[in-house]
């Protein structure tokens, strides 16, 4: 199974910010909704999540904030900002183009 570290430099984030376009999480819920849909492949540890969240934040993609959890303990929710609905959009862009030319280079290589 995979971990956040061997995903391509950048993709965590852009995973994070299209898990937060459907609905606010915390971060336990982001890393189990990552896990899920993904049938168990992108495992991801506290060690890499909450990095990427603080980038996330820092850049004004997410917006935080302080909430009771389902089991009534105190939890961060994050939430896509405009700013990240943009760059939500322009990375799954990129991303599109890199696939489409690995996939040209396995195909004719």
Known sequence: ????????????E????RVLQRERLHG????????VISHDVLQV???SLYPALQRLLLNGY???????????????????T????????????????LIAAIRRVLQTA
């Open 1 to 12: 199974m995979h971990g956040a570290a061997e995903l391509l430099p950048g993709t965590l």
């Open 14 to 17: 852009m995973l994070i910010l």
């Open 28 to 35: 336990y819920g982001i890393a189990k909704r990552l896990r």
């Open 62 to 80: 997410v917006h935080a904030e302080w909430a009771p959890s389902e089991n009534n303990r105190r939890a961060r929710y994050y939430s896509l």
């Open 82 to 97: 405009a700013a990240g609905r943009k760059q939500l959009a322009a990375e799954c862009e990129e991303f599109d183009r």
């Open 45 to 47: 540890g506290e060690s």
